[in-house]
């Protein structure tokens, strides 16, 4: 199903400085008419062609890994991989304010607390009384529409997200992984995505 309209309200071009020394630019998009209100981001990275399938990256916001640069997922370095992937083929990363798959910052830092005692970070959303995974893409496929993508080369390793799409009216024409970003910090946390949310990692795979 088609979701309701959104619109482009501003564009504005914004240089990126990464810590490892790559830089880019990005054109920075926001819309009006979401469907949660929220303020949802589109980063036009690289040539966009038309009559090709642009690179897309839905990236669900994670204050703990993109900003602070917590080791104990892989979101950080997933969002610096995409914007220099993206910046080489073209497309858009969807910067979508969905902090610990949708529950919220502070419900997530909770989430943490009971990571800690033995739960994975699946079954800690589910003790505080969550789905597993709250994220709804309808918004990204309103930017999408308002952006005028039809079909896309989606980056992710969550097949959820790409039959999400699929259901809202955006053709995935490709789906290419990320990189496995796997440590020690993080291996729990990225084996309980395959077994949970049936995330394709090269190499974590058998732990499904």
Not at 66 to 73: A, T
Not at 156 to 164: F, H, I, L, M
Not at 181 to 186: E, G
């Amino acid at each position: 199903m088609i979701p309701s309209p959104a619109r482009v309200r501003t564009e504005v071009e914004v240089p990126m400085r990464w810590s490892d020394g790559w830089s880019g630019t990005a054109r920075v998009i926001t819309f009006d008419g979401l469907v949660d209100g929220r303020e949802h981001l589109a980063l036009r990275l690289g040539p966009v062609v038309t009559g090709r399938p642009p690179l897309v990256r839905v990236h669900s916001e994670c204050l703990t890994g993109d900003v602070l640069g917590s080791g104990r997922c892989d979101c950080g370095p997933q969002l610096r991989e995409s914007v220099e992937r993206i910046a080489d083929a073209g497309g858009y990363l969807l910067y979508l304010r969905q902090e610990g798959r949708g529950i919220g910052l502070y419900a997530k830092l909770d989430a943490y607390a009971l990571q800690d005692d033995g739960l994975d970070t699946y079954e800690a959303n589910l003790a505080l009384g969550f789905a597993e995974d709250e994220r709804d893409y309808t918004v990204a496929a309103q930017m999408l529409h308002a952006l005028g993508v039809r079909r896309l080369a989606l980056l992710s390793n969550n097949p959820d997200k790409a039959e999400q799409l699929e259901s809202l009216g955006v053709e995935v024409a490709e789906r290419r992984p990320t990189a496995v970003h796997l440590t020690a910090a993080n291996a729990g946390y990225l084996t309980a995505k395959v077994r949970h949310g049936r995330h394709t990692l090269r190499g974590l795979s058998r732990l499904g």
